[in-house]
């Protein structure tokens, strides 16, 4: 029985799925218009442990979008879109910018072994979807004109607070931290449909009942978020910041369009901070996974920092906690490394490796609980009295969440061989893990050019010098 806390309902709810054989999840993805900064990336591997852990109990649905037309500067629709700001920076079109930004992203992703969504909607692909949307809240009655496009009356919808608790909104509803344009009637009422600016050609625009235009970003999300799950999703999930505005109008839209309730369980990861202040892709300020690879990080370090903070606290990234996420990875890997020597990779079940295996579960079954989750990793491979094919056993669970590379061959690292030939065993291992025996032949071959020959030994890949 897993238990999470729920934005909607401010506390730990037991998780109840309406359908046990299909469990839905949506996930708000990447805005493509610029690299994913490692502060995004956090939230995607909240959201991987999420569905490594759901998986444990259910077969899993998991949507994700991208983001690639619609999302202005600012959340709260003014602005230009990103999309095409991106396209200006770059001298490039939009539609090469959201592919050059997506293919990145999915990189990014894979590297810290966060699992591929089941169903992947780009906004671009759904446009029909979301104009047959804003024209159901149209006929309902839920919109209104203005000179630069079709809004959404906040004010007709009851239950607008949802998320945020009421006393949030009636901030807004006073306007005191909102600029609004003279023909927005509430501060809180967002744009479902744009019209394409008079003065300017738009690159990426589609006709639609009301003019040309495109979509507003929230309205993305519901349409498709539907459309591959239907009207109820057990869960929904995305960084902190999308609580007061964008998962706020989400719930807006697809209530009053459907009339049942939208999303069971929401779900929402805490930011990454500078120590400086917020990691923004918009400010300029942000660190990508690419400049911790050029300064020599294993991106599994990244993930193990993630770890050991729990997904509803704020995070600070320096480069000290990341040099100690580094080192501890390390270590971990070699107390795995020798488990796995002294059993020559044998796993035995028995009622102890049981008990640590539900230990585990429990811990992520309790809202996410990572840290504790890595803390009895920890326990379990230094307990002395478990042996050693149960901590195998346990290893098996264990990585199969926290995906550390901890059940990897790691080659021991001989300092005296020259880095080429160290290189080439770790991507032999690598190969020999994924039992492409071509490659790794061929890779014996290229070390034995190097002047090394290699044999396989229960340890391990041994050399010495031709
Ligand atoms: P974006 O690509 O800006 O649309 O954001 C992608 C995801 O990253 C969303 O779920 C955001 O809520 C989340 N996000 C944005 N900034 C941060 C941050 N500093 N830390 C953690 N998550 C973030
Ligand atoms: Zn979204």
């Known amino acids: 029985m897993m238990y999470l806390y729920n934005t909607a309902t401010h506390q730990k709810d037991k998780f109840i799925p309406q ?86 992203f999915w990189q990014d992703y894979d590297t810290l072994h966060c699992t591929r969504p089941n169903i992947v909607s780009r906004a671009t692909e759904h446009i029909a979807q979301m104009i047959a949307l804003v024209k159901t809240l149209e006929d309902k009655g839920y919109t209104y004109r203005t000179s630069d496009g079709i809004y959404y009356d906040t004010s007709k919808f009851a239950r607008y607070d949802t998320l945020v608790g009421h006393a949030r909104i009636s901030g807004l509803q006073g306007g005191a931290r909102v600029e609004m344009s003279d023909e927005k009637r509430h501060p809180t009422d967002f744009a479902l449909w744009k019209f394409s600016p008079k003065d300017k050609k738009r690159q990426m625009e589609w006709n639609s009942p009301w003019g040309i235009g495109f979509p507003g970003w929230h309205i993305e999300c519901s349409a498709m978020a539907m459309q591959y799950l239907g009207n109820t999703l057990d869960i929904h999930c995305g960084g902190i910041d999308h609580v007061t505005i964008h998962h706020t109008n989400e719930i807006a839209q697809s209530e009053a369009a459907t009339g049942q309730k939208y999303v069971n369980y929401w779900l929402h990861g805490e930011f990454l901070i500078l120590r400086s202040g917020k990691m923004s892709k918009s400010g300029g300020t942000f660190v990508t996974l690419d400049v911790l690879k050029q300064k020599g990080y294993d991106p599994l370090a990244y993930r193990y920092l993630c770890l050991s903070a729990h997904y509803r606290t704020q995070l600070e990234f320096s480069y000290e906690s990341l040099d100690s996420a580094a080192k501890s990875l390390k270590n971990l890997r070699a107390l795995a490394e020798q488990i796995a020597q002294e059993t020559s990779r044998t796993a035995t079940e028995t009622a102890n490796s049981r008990l640590w295996k539900d230990k585990f579960i429990a811990a992520l079954s309790d809202d ?34 926290l995906s550390l590379d901890l059940l990897k061959e790691h080659t021991p690292v001989q ?52």
Not at 385 to 390: N, S, V
């Open 19 to 104: 359908d046990i054989k299909r469990v839905t999840m949506y996930c708000c993805g990447p805005t493509v218009y610029n690299f994913a900064h490692i502060g995004n990336l956090r939230t995607y591997i909240f959201e991987d442990i999420l569905s490594r852990t759901l998986r444990l109990y259910y077969p899993l649905v998991h949507v994700m979008n991208v983001t690639d037309v619609g999302h202005l500067v600012s959340d709260a629709d003014d602005g230009e879109d990103k999309m095409e700001l991106g396209a200006a920076r770059e001298g490039k079109s939009a539609w090469d910018i959201a592919k050059f930004y997506e293919e990145k």
């Open 368 to 401: 996410l609980n990572a840290p504790k989750a890595l803390a009895l990793t920890w326990e379990v491979l230094r307990n002395g009295e478990l042996t050693a094919a149960e901590k195998w056993d346990f290893l098996q669970l264990a990585d199969s969440i």
């Open 415 to 466: 300092t005296e061989l020259p880095p080429q030939v160290q290189d080439l065993l770790s991507k032999r291992a690598a190969a020999r893990q994924a039992k492409d025996w071509k490659k790794s032949d061929e890779l014996r071959d290229a070390i034995a050019q190097a002047g090394y020959i290699v044999k396989d030994t229960p340890q391990g890949q041994q050399t010495e010098k031709k």
